[in-house]
C-alpha cells in the first residue's frame, strides 16, 4: 500500500514541468554529453559511411583556412573527415510515427505517417548527427559564433530540422526544404547542439550547406559543403557520393547571392533558442525528441521515487520492529 508520503510525492512529480525534468540519458555516465574537442585531433582521408554513432559537423581551421569538416567521434580519439567523403545512412530502425499534434502540422503528413528520424537524443543503431563550434582555434579565433546556412536541398521528400525544447514547449523549426533558401542557423561559439533531422521519404538527399564567420580581427569567412544522406536501409549509400558530386558540379556553375552571417538578436528562431541562452563553454542537448521519450522518462523517475521511498519505509519498520524486540 503506497502511504500518504509517497501519493504526495508522487503528487510534486506529476506537477512538475516535464521540460524541468532531466533527458534520457543526461548523466555523467553518458560519454555523448561530455565532450572535448581537442586542438590534435587529425583530418582522415577517404570515403566513409556512418550507419550509427555520434558525429558532428563543425568548422575548423585547416593551415589557416576556414574549412566545414564532419568530426566522427566513433572511435577513440575522434577523427574530422570532409563533407564530401562521408555518407550518413539512416537505416530503418530510425523510423517513427508523425506525432498525432497540431505542433507537427509543419511536417505535412498525417498523424502516424512512418518518417526517418536521425534524433535529438541518441538512439540505438541510428546515427546521431549534431554540429559544434568547439575547435579550440576556432573558438579564439571568432567572434560571437558562426552560421550553418541551408542553400538548398535535393531528395525524394521533404526535409525538416528541428529542436524539440520540452513535450510542453513547440518544436523550433530550423531548416526546412519548403521555404525559400537560404536558412540561417546561428550557432553560439564553443557550444555542441543536437537536434531532428527529418525525411518523409526513403532515398537520397543532399544539402547544400555554407558555414560563416566574423573573425576577431575583422574579416569574414565561408566554406560551402555538401551534406549527403542514404536514407532507408535499402538505400545504397554509394549513390549518395555520386548525388554529392553532381551537386557540387551544379553549385560551381551557379552563383547564389551569399546571405549575411546570422546575429541572433535578428532572428530569434533561428538561433535555436535554447542554443543562445546557455553561456559558451559548455555543451548543450536538448530535452528529447519525441512525446513518448518524455512520457517514458516520467515513468522512470516516478518509478525510482516509489520504489526509493517504499525501501526506505521498509527499512524504518524492520529497525522499529528490532527496537521492540531488544525491549
Do not use: C, K
Amino acid at each position: 500500500m503506497i502511504t500518504r508520503s509517497v501519493a504526495a510525492l508522487l503528487a510534486a512529480l506529476l506537477a512538475l514541468p516535464l521540460a524541468a525534468l532531466p533527458a534520457a540519458g543526461d548523466t555523467p555516465e553518458d560519454p555523448g554529453l561530455q565532450q572535448r574537442v581537442g586542438a590534435d585531433e587529425a583530418t582522415v582521408e577517404g570515403p566513409e559511411v556512418v550507419t550509427e554513432g555520434h558525429v558532428d559537423v563543425g568548422p575548423r581551421f585547416l593551415d589557416g583556412t576556414w574549412t566545414l569538416q564532419a568530426r566522427d567521434d566513433r572511435t577513440a580519439p575522434p577523427v574530422w573527415r570532409s563533407p564530401d567523403e562521408t555518407v550518413l545512412h539512416v537505416h530503418d530502425e530510425s523510423v517513427l510515427p508523425a506525432p498525432d499534434s497540431p505542433d507537427f502540422a509543419f511536417l505535412g503528413v498525417d498523424p502516424g505517417t512512418p518518417l526517418y528520424v536521425v534524433p535529438q537524443v541518441q538512439a540505438p543503431d541510428v546515427v546521431w548527427l549534431g554540429w559544434n563550434t568547439q575547435d579550440p582555434e576556432v573558438t579564439q579565433r571568432i567572434g560571437r559564433g558562426a552560421t550553418l546556412r541551408l542553400d538548398g536541398v535535393e531528395g525524394p521528400g521533404a526535409f525538416f530540422l528541428f529542436l524539440q525544447e520540452g513535450v510542453t514547449g513547440p518544436p523550433n523549426v530550423l531548416w526546412t526544404s519548403g521555404a525559400d533558401y537560404p536558412q540561417d542557423l546561428w550557432m553560439e561559439v564553443n557550444t555542441h547542439v543536437h537536434a531532428n533531422w527529418v525525411f518523409t521519404e526513403p532515398g537520397v538527399y543532399t544539402l547544400d550547406v555554407t558555414v560563416l564567420a566574423d573573425l576577431v580581427d575583422g574579416t569574414t569567412v565561408e566554406d560551402p559543403a555538401v551534406l549527403r544522406f542514404a536514407v532507408g536501409t535499402s538505400t545504397d549509400p554509394q549513390t549518395a557520393l555520386a548525388a554529392a558530386e553532381e551537386s557540387q558540379e551544379d553549385a560551381a556553375t551557379a552563383s547564389p547571392t551569399p546571405s549575411e552571417t546570422a546575429d541572433p538578436a535578428d532572428d530569434e528562431d533561428a538561433d535555436g533558442g535554447a542554443v543562445s541562452d546557455d553561456a559558451a563553454g559548455t555543451d548543450e542537448e536538448s530535452a528529447t525528441s519525441t512525446v513518448a521519450l518524455w512520457a517514458g522518462l516520467v515513468v522512470l523517475v516516478l518509478v525510482a521515487a516509489v520504489g526509493l521511498t517504499v525501501l526506505r519505509g521498509r527499512r524504518a519498520r524492520a529497525a522499529a520492529d528490532r527496537e521492540a524486540d531488544a525491549s
